[in-house]
Protein backbone atom coordinates (compact mmCIF):
# COMPACT_ATOMS: atom_id res chain seq x y z
CA UNK A 1 0.00 0.00 0.00
CA UNK A 2 0.80 3.58 -0.30
CA UNK A 3 0.54 6.48 1.94
CA UNK A 4 -0.66 10.07 0.10
CA UNK A 5 -1.41 13.65 1.55
CA UNK A 6 -4.79 13.74 -0.70
CA UNK A 7 -6.70 17.03 -0.61
CA UNK A 8 -6.49 20.11 -2.31
CA UNK A 9 -6.68 22.84 0.47
CA UNK A 10 -3.99 24.97 0.01
CA UNK A 11 -4.12 28.08 2.29
CA UNK A 12 -2.69 31.72 2.21
CA UNK A 13 0.51 32.46 4.23
CA UNK A 14 -0.11 32.88 8.02
CA UNK A 15 1.57 36.54 6.80
CA UNK A 16 -0.76 39.29 5.82
CA UNK A 17 1.47 39.93 3.04
CA UNK A 18 0.67 36.91 1.37
CA UNK A 19 -3.33 36.42 1.96
CA UNK A 20 -3.79 36.92 -1.89
CA UNK A 21 -3.12 34.08 -2.61
CA UNK A 22 -6.79 32.96 -0.96
CA UNK A 23 -8.86 35.59 -1.31
CA UNK A 24 -10.66 34.49 -3.83
CA UNK A 25 -11.46 31.28 -2.19
CA UNK A 26 -15.46 31.56 -2.15
CA UNK A 27 -16.08 32.45 -5.42
CA UNK A 28 -13.51 29.40 -6.83
CA UNK A 29 -15.68 26.87 -4.23
CA UNK A 30 -18.96 27.86 -5.90
CA UNK A 31 -18.22 27.94 -9.27
CA UNK A 32 -17.00 24.42 -8.38
CA UNK A 33 -20.03 23.82 -7.07
CA UNK A 34 -22.01 24.86 -9.48
CA UNK A 35 -20.65 23.27 -12.43
CA UNK A 36 -21.01 19.85 -10.17
CA UNK A 37 -24.89 20.73 -9.88
CA UNK A 38 -25.02 21.29 -13.58
CA UNK A 39 -23.00 18.24 -14.69
CA UNK A 40 -24.30 15.70 -12.53
CA UNK A 41 -27.70 17.19 -11.09
CA UNK A 42 -29.24 16.13 -8.07
CA UNK A 43 -27.55 12.91 -7.71
CA UNK A 44 -24.09 14.49 -7.58
CA UNK A 45 -25.04 17.07 -5.51
CA UNK A 46 -26.65 14.69 -2.79
CA UNK A 47 -23.55 12.46 -2.93
CA UNK A 48 -21.23 15.43 -2.00
CA UNK A 49 -23.38 16.18 1.11
CA UNK A 50 -23.36 13.05 2.07
CA UNK A 51 -19.13 12.44 1.10
CA UNK A 52 -19.06 15.89 3.38
CA UNK A 53 -21.37 14.78 6.38
CA UNK A 54 -19.46 11.31 6.34
CA UNK A 55 -16.19 12.63 5.93
CA UNK A 56 -16.19 15.94 8.41
CA UNK A 57 -15.30 18.00 5.87
CA UNK A 58 -13.08 20.83 6.88
CA UNK A 59 -15.65 24.04 7.57
CA UNK A 60 -13.19 26.71 7.70
CA UNK A 61 -14.03 29.09 4.17
CA UNK A 62 -10.18 28.70 3.38
CA UNK A 63 -10.41 25.25 2.90
CA UNK A 64 -11.32 25.72 -0.62
CA UNK A 65 -10.17 22.95 -3.53
CA UNK A 66 -7.59 24.45 -5.77
CA UNK A 67 -6.95 21.96 -8.08
CA UNK A 68 -4.35 24.07 -10.02
CA UNK A 69 -2.02 23.97 -6.44
CA UNK A 70 -3.51 21.29 -4.64
CA UNK A 71 -2.71 21.19 -0.72
CA UNK A 72 -3.24 17.78 0.29
CA UNK A 73 -4.01 17.31 4.16
CA UNK A 74 -2.94 13.96 4.77
CA UNK A 75 -3.77 10.31 5.29
CA UNK A 76 -4.45 9.57 8.55
CA UNK A 77 -2.06 7.00 9.25
CA UNK A 78 -0.48 6.61 12.30
CA UNK A 79 3.26 6.11 12.93
CA UNK A 80 1.93 4.21 15.92
CA UNK A 81 -0.24 2.14 14.61
CA UNK A 82 0.50 0.06 17.45
CA UNK A 83 -1.10 2.13 20.01
CA UNK A 84 -4.39 3.05 18.25
CA UNK A 85 -6.64 0.52 17.64
CA UNK A 86 -9.11 2.02 15.06
CA UNK A 87 -6.94 4.78 12.70
CA UNK A 88 -9.74 6.60 11.04
CA UNK A 89 -8.83 7.56 7.11
CA UNK A 90 -10.05 10.25 5.04
CA UNK A 91 -11.57 8.93 1.22
CA UNK A 92 -11.53 10.72 -2.03
CA UNK A 93 -9.81 10.71 -5.47
CA UNK A 94 -6.79 12.39 -6.02
CA UNK A 95 -7.65 16.47 -5.39
CA UNK A 96 -11.01 16.09 -3.77
CA UNK A 97 -10.56 13.92 -0.21
CA UNK A 98 -9.90 16.11 3.11
CA UNK A 99 -8.44 14.62 6.32
CA UNK A 100 -11.25 12.93 8.92
CA UNK A 101 -10.46 14.66 12.40
CA UNK A 102 -10.01 12.52 15.02
CA UNK A 103 -8.04 13.85 17.85
CA UNK A 104 -8.71 17.40 19.85
CA UNK A 105 -8.36 20.70 17.97
CA UNK A 106 -8.19 18.67 14.70
CA UNK A 107 -4.77 17.23 14.97
CA UNK A 108 -4.98 13.78 13.11
CA UNK A 109 -2.00 12.57 15.28
CA UNK A 110 -1.59 12.08 18.51
CA UNK A 111 1.92 13.80 20.09
CA UNK A 112 3.23 12.20 22.47
CA UNK A 113 5.73 13.79 25.68
CA UNK A 114 8.36 13.74 23.00
CA UNK A 115 10.41 16.98 23.43
CA UNK A 116 13.12 18.70 21.63
CA UNK A 117 15.11 18.27 24.51
CA UNK A 118 15.35 14.57 24.84
CA UNK A 119 15.17 14.21 21.13
CA UNK A 120 18.92 12.25 20.86
CA UNK A 121 17.89 9.86 23.70
CA UNK A 122 15.27 8.69 21.07
CA UNK A 123 18.18 8.33 18.44
CA UNK A 124 19.30 4.84 18.83
CA UNK A 125 22.96 4.49 19.22
CA UNK A 126 22.29 0.39 18.20
CA UNK A 127 20.25 -1.06 15.04
CA UNK A 128 17.35 -0.96 15.90
CA UNK A 129 14.56 -2.57 13.90
CA UNK A 130 11.16 -0.94 13.62
CA UNK A 131 8.12 -2.46 11.68
CA UNK A 132 6.53 -0.98 8.70
CA UNK A 133 2.85 -0.24 9.36
CA UNK A 134 0.42 -2.89 7.22
CA UNK A 135 -1.71 0.20 6.31
CA UNK A 136 0.66 2.62 5.01
CA UNK A 137 -0.35 4.33 2.09
CA UNK A 138 0.00 7.24 -0.31
CA UNK A 139 -2.76 6.85 -1.85
CA UNK A 140 -6.39 7.75 0.99
CA UNK A 141 -9.14 6.15 0.93
CA UNK A 142 -12.35 4.88 2.55
CA UNK A 143 -12.93 2.73 5.23
CA UNK A 144 -15.10 0.39 2.99
CA UNK A 145 -13.04 0.34 0.32
CA UNK A 146 -10.34 -0.55 2.07
CA UNK A 147 -12.27 -3.55 4.17
CA UNK A 148 -12.90 -4.56 0.13
CA UNK A 149 -10.00 -4.11 -1.72
CA UNK A 150 -7.24 -6.72 -2.19
CA UNK A 151 -4.49 -6.15 -0.55
CA UNK A 152 -1.55 -4.28 -2.52
CA UNK A 153 1.57 -6.30 -2.48
CA UNK A 154 4.52 -5.01 -0.25
CA UNK A 155 7.27 -2.99 -2.03
CA UNK A 156 9.31 -5.84 -0.29
CA UNK A 157 7.66 -8.58 -2.76
CA UNK A 158 7.74 -6.71 -5.62
CA UNK A 159 11.81 -6.38 -5.67
CA UNK A 160 12.62 -9.35 -8.20
CA UNK A 161 10.70 -7.55 -10.86
CA UNK A 162 13.84 -5.59 -11.51
CA UNK A 163 16.58 -7.34 -13.18
CA UNK A 164 19.80 -7.56 -10.14
CA UNK A 165 22.31 -5.83 -12.59
CA UNK A 166 19.91 -2.94 -14.26
CA UNK A 167 20.60 0.61 -13.11
CA UNK A 168 18.44 2.01 -10.18
CA UNK A 169 16.64 5.01 -11.19
CA UNK A 170 17.27 7.56 -8.59
CA UNK A 171 15.11 10.04 -6.75
CA UNK A 172 17.23 12.81 -4.38
CA UNK A 173 14.75 14.77 -2.09
CA UNK A 174 17.24 17.28 -0.66
CA UNK A 175 15.56 19.99 2.11
CA UNK A 176 17.25 22.91 3.58
CA UNK A 177 18.55 23.57 7.08
CA UNK A 178 16.54 20.56 8.42
CA UNK A 179 18.64 18.83 11.56
CA UNK A 180 17.73 15.46 12.61
CA UNK A 181 15.20 16.04 15.44
CA UNK A 182 12.55 17.40 12.35
CA UNK A 183 11.26 13.98 11.48
CA UNK A 184 8.27 12.37 12.46
CA UNK A 185 9.99 8.62 13.26
CA UNK A 186 12.19 10.56 15.97
CA UNK A 187 9.84 13.24 17.18
CA UNK A 188 6.06 12.80 17.22
CA UNK A 189 6.05 16.82 17.16
CA UNK A 190 6.77 16.52 13.86
CA UNK A 191 4.29 14.92 10.94
CA UNK A 192 5.92 13.26 8.18
CA UNK A 193 4.00 10.28 7.20
CA UNK A 194 5.58 10.02 3.30
CA UNK A 195 9.58 10.29 4.99
CA UNK A 196 8.82 7.99 7.53
CA UNK A 197 7.05 5.50 4.93
CA UNK A 198 10.40 5.14 3.18
CA UNK A 199 12.06 4.64 6.65
CA UNK A 200 9.59 1.80 7.05
CA UNK A 201 10.38 0.26 3.89
CA UNK A 202 14.22 1.47 3.51
CA UNK A 203 17.15 2.54 5.99
CA UNK A 204 16.95 5.37 8.61
CA UNK A 205 20.57 6.23 9.31
CA UNK A 206 20.75 8.09 12.40
CA UNK A 207 24.61 9.14 13.19
CA UNK A 208 24.54 10.93 9.18
CA UNK A 209 26.75 14.44 9.43
CA UNK A 210 27.21 17.11 7.16
CA UNK A 211 31.35 18.00 6.73
CA UNK A 212 30.82 21.62 6.34
CA UNK A 213 26.96 22.78 7.62
CA UNK A 214 26.38 25.55 5.05
CA UNK A 215 24.32 25.87 1.83
CA UNK A 216 26.62 26.17 -1.14
CA UNK A 217 29.40 24.04 0.52
CA UNK A 218 27.14 21.33 0.79
CA UNK A 219 25.68 21.49 -2.33
CA UNK A 220 29.29 21.39 -3.56
CA UNK A 221 30.15 18.55 -1.56
CA UNK A 222 26.65 16.48 -3.18
CA UNK A 223 27.58 17.22 -6.43
CA UNK A 224 31.62 16.22 -6.00
CA UNK A 225 31.99 14.04 -3.27
CA UNK A 226 34.37 15.87 -1.93
CA UNK A 227 35.33 18.35 1.34
CA UNK A 228 34.70 22.15 1.40
CA UNK A 229 38.87 22.64 0.97
CA UNK A 230 39.42 20.46 -1.68
CA UNK A 231 35.86 21.64 -4.08
CA UNK A 232 36.85 25.51 -2.99
CA UNK A 233 33.22 26.56 -3.42
CA UNK A 234 33.41 28.92 -0.91
CA UNK A 235 30.61 31.05 -1.87
CA UNK A 236 27.51 31.00 -4.13
CA UNK A 237 28.81 33.11 -6.89
CA UNK A 238 32.10 31.37 -7.00
CA UNK A 239 33.16 28.92 -9.69
CA UNK A 240 34.88 26.42 -7.15
CA UNK A 241 32.20 23.41 -8.08
CA UNK A 242 32.65 24.05 -12.05
CA UNK A 243 36.36 24.54 -11.98
CA UNK A 244 38.17 23.18 -8.92
CA UNK A 245 37.88 19.43 -10.50
CA UNK A 246 36.86 18.38 -13.50
CA UNK A 247 33.13 18.81 -13.97
CA UNK A 248 32.70 15.98 -16.44
CA UNK A 249 33.33 13.79 -13.47
CA UNK A 250 31.36 15.39 -11.56
CA UNK A 251 28.24 13.28 -10.45
CA UNK A 252 25.28 14.89 -13.06
CA UNK A 253 27.41 14.82 -15.72
CA UNK A 254 28.75 11.15 -15.11
CA UNK A 255 25.26 10.15 -14.82
CA UNK A 256 23.98 11.91 -17.97
CA UNK A 257 26.94 11.60 -20.35
CA UNK A 258 28.42 8.02 -19.23
CA UNK A 259 25.78 6.13 -18.28
CA UNK A 260 22.59 7.59 -20.33
CA UNK A 261 20.98 8.90 -17.59
CA UNK A 262 17.74 11.65 -18.31
CA UNK A 263 18.72 13.82 -15.04
CA UNK A 264 16.82 16.87 -13.35
CA UNK A 265 17.37 19.26 -11.29
CA UNK A 266 14.25 21.26 -9.63
CA UNK A 267 14.77 24.18 -6.88
CA UNK A 268 17.50 25.23 -5.56
CA UNK A 269 21.07 25.38 -6.98
CA UNK A 270 23.05 28.13 -5.26
CA UNK A 271 25.71 28.22 -7.34
CA UNK A 272 26.43 29.68 -11.00
CA UNK A 273 24.73 28.24 -13.90
CA UNK A 274 26.54 28.54 -17.17
CA UNK A 275 24.49 27.21 -19.94
CA UNK A 276 27.63 24.86 -21.04
CA UNK A 277 28.41 23.54 -17.86
CA UNK A 278 24.11 22.84 -17.20
CA UNK A 279 23.34 21.26 -20.72
CA UNK A 280 26.59 18.99 -19.72
CA UNK A 281 24.47 18.05 -16.60
CA UNK A 282 20.98 18.25 -16.85
CA UNK A 283 18.21 17.62 -19.48
CA UNK A 284 15.57 19.76 -17.39
CA UNK A 285 16.43 22.41 -14.59
CA UNK A 286 14.53 24.69 -12.91
CA UNK A 287 16.06 26.79 -10.31
CA UNK A 288 14.65 28.89 -7.36
CA UNK A 289 14.50 29.74 -4.14
CA UNK A 290 14.90 32.06 -1.42
CA UNK A 291 11.01 33.13 -0.68
CA UNK A 292 8.44 30.82 0.35
CA UNK A 293 5.96 32.51 -1.49
CA UNK A 294 7.06 33.17 -5.39
CA UNK A 295 5.26 35.18 -8.49
CA UNK A 296 2.72 37.58 -7.54
CA UNK A 297 -0.84 37.70 -7.25
CA UNK A 298 -3.25 36.30 -8.60
CA UNK A 299 -0.36 33.63 -9.60
CA UNK A 300 1.46 33.13 -6.23
CA UNK A 301 2.41 29.98 -5.69
CA UNK A 302 4.32 28.42 -2.56
CA UNK A 303 8.03 27.25 -3.31
CA UNK A 304 7.35 23.63 -2.18
CA UNK A 305 4.35 23.24 -4.25
CA UNK A 306 6.78 24.89 -7.01
CA UNK A 307 9.13 21.87 -6.33
CA UNK A 308 6.51 19.40 -6.26
CA UNK A 309 4.96 20.32 -9.68
CA UNK A 310 8.24 20.78 -11.50
CA UNK A 311 9.28 17.35 -10.16
CA UNK A 312 6.25 16.13 -11.50
CA UNK A 313 6.84 17.89 -14.75
CA UNK A 314 10.11 15.79 -15.24
CA UNK A 315 8.79 12.41 -14.18
CA UNK A 316 5.69 13.20 -16.78
CA UNK A 317 8.10 14.37 -19.26
CA UNK A 318 10.74 11.95 -19.32
CA UNK A 319 11.45 9.26 -22.63
CA UNK A 320 9.57 6.45 -22.11
CA UNK A 321 8.92 5.15 -25.44
CA UNK A 322 9.61 1.07 -26.25
CA UNK A 323 12.91 2.68 -28.23
CA UNK A 324 13.84 4.99 -25.59
CA UNK A 325 13.26 4.80 -22.08
CA UNK A 326 16.96 5.28 -20.04
CA UNK A 327 16.68 5.31 -16.41
CA UNK A 328 16.34 8.35 -14.63
CA UNK A 329 17.74 10.94 -12.03
CA UNK A 330 16.30 13.42 -10.61
CA UNK A 331 17.00 16.06 -7.42
CA UNK A 332 14.39 17.52 -5.63
CA UNK A 333 15.87 20.42 -4.38
CA UNK A 334 13.50 21.97 -1.81
CA UNK A 335 13.85 25.49 0.24
CA UNK A 336 11.99 24.63 3.09
CA UNK A 337 12.82 24.71 5.53
CA UNK A 338 15.26 27.71 5.70
CA UNK A 339 14.18 30.99 6.63
CA UNK A 340 13.85 34.11 4.84
CA UNK A 341 16.98 36.08 6.04
CA UNK A 342 16.27 39.39 7.60
CA UNK A 343 12.48 38.92 7.28
CA UNK A 344 10.08 38.80 9.65
CA UNK A 345 8.12 36.14 10.15
CA UNK A 346 11.19 33.79 9.11
CA UNK A 347 8.87 30.79 8.28
CA UNK A 348 5.89 31.26 5.64
CA UNK A 349 4.03 28.02 5.55
CA UNK A 350 -0.05 27.19 3.78
CA UNK A 351 -2.27 28.67 6.44
CA UNK A 352 -3.86 25.80 6.26
CA UNK A 353 -0.92 23.05 7.29
CA UNK A 354 -0.25 25.35 10.06
CA UNK A 355 -4.15 25.71 11.52
CA UNK A 356 -4.79 21.70 11.22
CA UNK A 357 -0.85 20.61 12.25
CA UNK A 358 0.80 23.05 14.39
CA UNK A 359 -2.12 25.27 16.04
CA UNK A 360 -1.94 27.35 18.80
CA UNK A 361 -3.39 24.65 21.30
CA UNK A 362 -0.13 22.60 21.19
CA UNK A 363 2.99 23.52 22.86
CA UNK A 364 6.49 22.60 21.40
CA UNK A 365 9.34 22.54 24.32
CA UNK A 366 12.15 24.11 22.92
CA UNK A 367 15.71 21.96 23.37
CA UNK A 368 17.44 21.62 27.14
CA UNK A 369 19.72 24.06 25.97
CA UNK A 370 18.04 26.78 24.65
CA UNK A 371 18.14 29.55 27.67
CA UNK A 372 20.52 32.07 28.75
CA UNK A 373 22.79 29.89 30.52
CA UNK A 374 23.77 28.21 27.87
CA UNK A 375 24.27 31.64 25.85
CA UNK A 376 26.71 32.61 28.87
CA UNK A 377 28.72 29.79 28.72
CA UNK A 378 29.59 30.15 25.35
CA UNK A 379 33.22 31.12 24.87
CA UNK A 380 33.52 34.84 24.99
CA UNK A 381 34.31 35.64 21.43
CA UNK A 382 31.20 33.39 20.21
CA UNK A 383 29.25 36.29 22.25
CA UNK A 384 30.75 38.75 20.01
CA UNK A 385 28.90 40.33 17.32
CA UNK A 386 27.82 36.73 16.27
CA UNK A 387 25.34 36.50 13.79
CA UNK A 388 23.74 33.13 15.03
CA UNK A 389 22.33 35.64 17.99
CA UNK A 390 21.09 38.30 15.61
CA UNK A 391 19.05 36.07 13.46
CA UNK A 392 17.75 34.64 16.92
CA UNK A 393 16.55 37.39 18.23
CA UNK A 394 11.99 37.39 16.77
CA UNK A 395 13.30 33.77 15.26
CA UNK A 396 13.72 31.56 18.70
CA UNK A 397 14.10 33.93 21.61
CA UNK A 398 10.99 32.70 23.56
CA UNK A 399 8.02 35.11 22.73
CA UNK A 400 8.62 33.98 19.39
CA UNK A 401 9.54 30.59 19.55
CA UNK A 402 6.39 28.77 19.51
CA UNK A 403 5.36 30.80 16.54
CA UNK A 404 8.38 29.72 14.67
CA UNK A 405 9.09 26.72 15.52
CA UNK A 406 5.30 25.73 14.87
CA UNK A 407 5.88 27.89 11.03
CA UNK A 408 8.85 25.35 10.40
CA UNK A 409 7.39 22.07 11.30
CA UNK A 410 4.29 23.31 9.04
CA UNK A 411 6.82 23.45 6.06
CA UNK A 412 8.48 20.08 7.07
CA UNK A 413 4.95 18.80 6.56
CA UNK A 414 4.57 20.66 3.27
CA UNK A 415 7.63 18.93 1.64
CA UNK A 416 6.52 15.45 3.13
CA UNK A 417 3.19 16.05 1.04
CA UNK A 418 5.31 16.88 -1.90
CA UNK A 419 7.56 13.77 -1.79
CA UNK A 420 4.40 11.64 -1.31
CA UNK A 421 2.51 12.96 -4.20
CA UNK A 422 6.53 12.18 -6.18
CA UNK A 423 6.79 8.80 -4.88
CA UNK A 424 2.72 8.37 -5.82
CA UNK A 425 4.00 9.28 -9.29
CA UNK A 426 7.05 6.72 -9.25
CA UNK A 427 4.48 3.96 -8.28
CA UNK A 428 1.20 5.02 -10.68
CA UNK A 429 4.40 4.99 -13.71
CA UNK A 430 5.49 1.26 -12.07
CA UNK A 431 8.90 2.12 -11.43
CA UNK A 432 8.91 2.48 -7.42
CA UNK A 433 10.73 -0.75 -7.03
CA UNK A 434 13.25 -0.20 -9.58
CA UNK A 435 14.03 3.67 -7.92
CA UNK A 436 16.49 4.36 -5.47
CA UNK A 437 15.01 6.88 -3.24
CA UNK A 438 16.81 9.30 -0.74
CA UNK A 439 15.73 11.74 1.54
CA UNK A 440 18.24 14.17 3.48
CA UNK A 441 19.45 17.58 3.44
CA UNK A 442 22.59 20.01 3.24
CA UNK A 443 23.00 21.09 6.49
CA UNK A 444 21.31 21.42 10.21
CA UNK A 445 19.90 23.98 11.93
CA UNK A 446 19.98 25.31 15.53
CA UNK A 447 16.47 26.19 16.86
CA UNK A 448 17.00 28.00 19.99
CA UNK A 449 19.81 26.04 21.09
CA UNK A 450 23.23 27.54 22.75
CA UNK A 451 21.16 30.75 22.21
CA UNK A 452 21.39 30.34 18.38
CA UNK A 453 20.27 29.55 15.57
CA UNK A 454 21.34 28.68 12.15
CA UNK A 455 24.18 25.98 11.23
CA UNK A 456 27.70 26.93 10.68
CA UNK A 457 29.17 25.33 13.72
CA UNK A 458 30.12 22.18 15.22
CA UNK A 459 27.16 21.67 17.46
CA UNK A 460 25.48 18.48 17.15
CA UNK A 461 22.08 20.16 16.48
CA UNK A 462 24.20 21.72 13.29
CA UNK A 463 26.05 18.55 12.09
CA UNK A 464 23.58 15.69 12.01
CA UNK A 465 21.07 15.86 9.38
CA UNK A 466 18.17 13.22 8.62
CA UNK A 467 19.25 10.14 5.89
CA UNK A 468 16.26 7.47 4.72
CA UNK A 469 17.59 5.40 2.11
CA UNK A 470 14.59 3.23 0.28
CA UNK A 471 16.62 1.02 -2.44
CA UNK A 472 14.77 -2.25 -3.88
CA UNK A 473 18.12 -3.98 -3.25
CA UNK A 474 17.98 -3.68 0.22
CA UNK A 475 17.70 -7.06 2.04
CA UNK A 476 14.24 -7.66 3.23
CA UNK A 477 15.43 -8.17 6.99
CA UNK A 478 16.63 -4.49 7.20
CA UNK A 479 13.92 -2.94 5.77
CA UNK A 480 12.42 -0.82 8.65
CA UNK A 481 15.83 -0.79 10.19
CA UNK A 482 18.32 2.28 11.58
CA UNK A 483 22.07 2.48 11.52
CA UNK A 484 24.13 4.38 13.43
CA UNK A 485 27.38 3.91 11.20
CA UNK A 486 29.05 6.99 10.81
CA UNK A 487 27.43 8.30 7.22
CA UNK A 488 28.42 11.83 5.96
CA UNK A 489 27.27 13.82 2.40
CA UNK A 490 30.49 12.91 0.69
CA UNK A 491 28.88 9.99 0.53
CA UNK A 492 26.16 10.95 -1.60
CA UNK A 493 27.74 11.05 -4.67
CA UNK A 494 29.23 7.60 -4.24
CA UNK A 495 26.06 6.23 -3.36
CA UNK A 496 24.53 7.41 -6.34
CA UNK A 497 26.76 6.34 -8.88
CA UNK A 498 26.63 2.70 -7.11
CA UNK A 499 23.39 2.81 -7.86
CA UNK A 500 24.23 3.21 -11.70
CA UNK A 501 26.36 0.79 -11.96
CA UNK A 502 29.18 3.11 -11.86
CA UNK A 503 32.46 3.74 -10.12
CA UNK A 504 32.94 7.29 -8.36
CA UNK A 505 35.55 9.59 -9.82
CA UNK A 506 38.98 8.98 -8.64
CA UNK A 507 38.83 12.71 -6.24
CA UNK A 508 35.77 11.84 -4.55
CA UNK A 509 36.55 11.05 -0.84
CA UNK A 510 33.65 9.62 -0.02
CA UNK A 511 31.74 5.75 0.38
CA UNK A 512 29.06 3.89 -1.30
CA UNK A 513 26.58 3.35 1.53
CA UNK A 514 24.64 0.24 0.31
CA UNK A 515 27.97 -1.33 1.37
CA UNK A 516 26.20 -0.91 4.81
CA UNK A 517 23.06 -3.03 3.54
CA UNK A 518 23.94 -5.43 0.84
CA UNK A 519 25.66 -8.12 0.85
CA UNK A 520 29.30 -7.87 -0.92
CA UNK A 521 30.63 -10.41 -3.37
CA UNK A 522 34.50 -9.85 -2.28
CA UNK A 523 34.53 -7.44 0.94
CA UNK A 524 38.30 -6.42 0.57
CA UNK A 525 36.92 -2.96 1.98
CA UNK A 526 38.27 -1.28 4.93
CA UNK A 527 35.71 -1.52 7.90
CA UNK A 528 33.25 1.84 7.93
CA UNK A 529 34.94 5.02 9.30
CA UNK A 530 34.38 5.54 13.20
CA UNK A 531 35.19 8.88 13.31
CA UNK A 532 35.06 12.25 10.65
CA UNK A 533 36.82 15.64 10.73
CA UNK A 534 33.97 18.27 10.24
CA UNK A 535 35.67 22.27 8.75
CA UNK A 536 33.56 25.46 8.28
CA UNK A 537 36.22 27.77 7.28
CA UNK A 538 36.58 30.36 4.19
CA UNK A 539 39.92 31.29 4.85
CA UNK A 540 43.56 29.41 4.93
CA UNK A 541 43.05 25.39 5.45
CA UNK A 542 45.41 25.33 8.13
CA UNK A 543 44.54 28.23 10.63
CA UNK A 544 41.69 30.01 8.53
CA UNK A 545 44.04 32.86 9.08
CA UNK A 546 42.17 34.64 6.39
CA UNK A 547 38.65 33.72 7.48
CA UNK A 548 36.44 36.64 6.66
CA UNK A 549 33.93 36.34 9.26
CA UNK A 550 35.84 36.70 12.56
CA UNK A 551 33.13 36.93 15.38
CA UNK A 552 30.53 37.18 13.03
CA UNK A 553 30.40 33.75 11.90
CA UNK A 554 34.38 32.11 13.57
CA UNK A 555 35.85 29.51 11.24
CA UNK A 556 35.46 25.81 13.41
CA UNK A 557 37.26 22.96 12.73
CA UNK A 558 36.67 19.48 14.70
CA UNK A 559 36.91 15.55 15.59
CA UNK A 560 33.86 13.45 15.97
CA UNK A 561 33.55 10.13 17.72
CA UNK A 562 30.97 7.78 19.19
CA UNK A 563 32.34 9.02 22.23
CA UNK A 564 33.88 12.29 21.83
CA UNK A 565 33.92 15.63 20.32
CA UNK A 566 37.23 18.03 19.88
CA UNK A 567 36.52 21.40 18.49
CA UNK A 568 39.13 23.88 17.47
CA UNK A 569 38.62 27.50 16.50
CA UNK A 570 41.47 28.68 14.99
CA UNK A 571 41.13 32.36 15.04
CA UNK A 572 40.95 31.91 18.48
CA UNK A 573 43.62 29.48 19.63
CA UNK A 574 40.69 27.77 21.72
CA UNK A 575 40.19 24.25 22.30
CA UNK A 576 37.17 22.18 23.28
CA UNK A 577 36.37 18.53 24.22
CA UNK A 578 33.21 17.31 24.78
CA UNK A 579 32.13 13.86 26.54
CA UNK A 580 29.34 12.83 23.52
CA UNK A 581 28.05 9.64 25.09
CA UNK A 582 27.30 11.04 28.03
CA UNK A 583 26.87 14.88 27.27
CA UNK A 584 25.19 14.91 24.06
CA UNK A 585 24.09 18.69 23.88
CA UNK A 586 27.33 20.05 24.22
CA UNK A 587 26.97 21.36 27.36
CA UNK A 588 30.55 20.60 29.17
CA UNK A 589 33.64 22.01 27.76
CA UNK A 590 36.08 19.50 29.88
CA UNK A 591 39.06 21.78 28.98
CA UNK A 592 37.34 24.44 30.58
CA UNK A 593 34.56 23.22 33.38
CA UNK A 594 35.27 20.46 34.38
CA UNK A 595 36.73 21.50 37.65
CA UNK A 596 33.91 23.40 39.00
CA UNK A 597 30.84 20.83 38.22
CA UNK A 598 29.09 19.33 41.56
CA UNK A 599 26.45 18.36 38.57
CA UNK A 600 26.30 14.54 39.61
CA UNK A 601 25.02 13.28 35.93
CA UNK A 602 28.70 14.53 34.57
CA UNK A 603 30.35 12.18 37.44
CA UNK A 604 30.84 9.82 34.46
CA UNK A 605 32.92 12.40 32.26
CA UNK A 606 36.44 11.65 32.20
CA UNK A 607 39.04 14.56 31.59
CA UNK A 608 42.75 13.55 31.33
CA UNK A 609 45.33 13.85 29.12
CA UNK A 610 45.41 11.40 27.36
CA UNK A 611 42.44 11.83 26.16
CA UNK A 612 42.87 15.22 25.22
CA UNK A 613 46.50 13.85 23.64
CA UNK A 614 45.10 10.99 21.75
CA UNK A 615 42.08 13.24 19.92
CA UNK A 616 44.44 15.86 19.11
CA UNK A 617 46.48 13.48 17.44
CA UNK A 618 43.52 11.85 15.47
CA UNK A 619 42.26 15.42 14.47
CA UNK A 620 45.50 16.33 12.94
CA UNK A 621 45.81 13.32 11.21
CA UNK A 622 42.37 13.29 9.52
CA UNK A 623 42.37 16.63 8.80
CA UNK A 624 45.29 16.06 6.86
CA UNK A 625 43.75 13.65 4.92
CA UNK A 626 40.03 15.36 4.54
CA UNK A 627 41.83 18.41 3.12
CA UNK A 628 44.81 16.70 1.15
CA UNK A 629 41.73 15.24 -1.18
CA UNK A 630 42.15 11.30 0.48
CA UNK A 631 39.77 8.73 1.00
CA UNK A 632 38.20 9.06 4.27
Sequence with gaps: ???????????????????????????????????????????????MLYYAHEHQFLQNEEATLYHDHPMAMASAVSREKEKIDNDERAGGDDNRSLLRHTAKNGSNFS??????????????????????????????????????????????????????????????????????????KLDSNVYTPNIDYLADNGMLFTNNCVVSSMCWMSRATLVTGTYT??????????????????????????????????????????????????????????????????????????????????????????????????????????FATHAIDGHYPSYEPMNTTRRQYYNDSCYIKPGKTATEEHWLQLPSFLRRNNEGRTRWRKRFEPDYFQDNIKDLYS???????????????????????????????????????????????????????????????????????????WTLN???????????????????????????????????????????????????????????????????FALVTDEWKYVVWPQHNYEQLFHRSVDPYDEWDLLHKIENTTNASFKLIQSNDEIYQHMKSRYLKLKERAQGGLPI
Excluded at 256 to 280: C, D, F, I, N
Excluded at 454 to 465: A, C, D, G
Excluded at 500 to 505: E, G, I, L, R, W
Design 1 to 47: MTVKFNTAALGTSRSSNYSEHGENSGVARKGRQFFALILFGGVGALC
Design 111 to 184: RSNTTNSNILDLISTTTKTTQPSPSSSFRTKTDEAIQNEQVEEHPEEQHDQREKDDPLNVVLFYADDWTMKVLG
Design 229 to 334: TVHQQLWPHSMGILETLPWNETLFPLMKQQKGYYTGLVGKWHAPSPREYMTQAFDLHRFYYGKHWMGQPPNRQHVTDMNREHALEFLKRRPRSAEHNPPFFLKVSF
Design 411 to 485: LATEVDWAIGEVVQELKEQGVFNKTMIIFTTDNGNLHGEHGLTEKWYPFEESLRVPLVIYDPRMPKQLRGTRSDK
Design 490 to 556: VDLAPTILGAANMKPSSFMQGRDISQLYLEQKEDTSPAWREDFFYEFNMGNPNNASDHPWKHFIDAS
